[in-house]
């Protein structure tokens, strides 16, 4: 009986690692959104000669610092 229970268990192994993939990857994704999302916001506070400095115009600034979080 203990070794049909661990054949069992065995044979959901590739199911449990694809989710636990597919887990970590959207993780991973919605991290990326949410720094991205923190730098559009820190570019909106940022002064008009602190954007002359990185290159940007307020209109710029503006228009990425209003993008969706997932964009």
């Known amino acids: 009986m203990?070794?049909?229970?661990?054949?069992?268990a065995s044979c959901h192994r590739p199911e449990q690692r694809y989710?636990?993939?597919?887990?970590?990857?959207?993780?991973?994704w919605t991290m990326r959104r949410l720094e991205?999302?923190?730098?559009?916001?820190a570019l909106l506070e940022l002064s008009e000669s602190q954007l002359r400095d990185i290159g940007l115009r307020r209109e710029?600034?503006?228009?990425?610092?209003n993008l969706?979080?997932?964009?």
Not at 2 to 8: G, K, L, V
Not at 19 to 28: E, Y
């Open 19 to 28: 989710i636990s993939k597919v887990i970590r990857q959207v993780r991973n």
């Open 36 to 41: 991205i999302r923190r730098s559009r916001i």
């Open 68 to 71: 969706p979080w997932w964009r």
């Open 60 to 65: 710029d600034a503006t228009v990425q610092g």
């Open 2 to 8: 203990a070794i049909d229970t661990i054949r069992a």
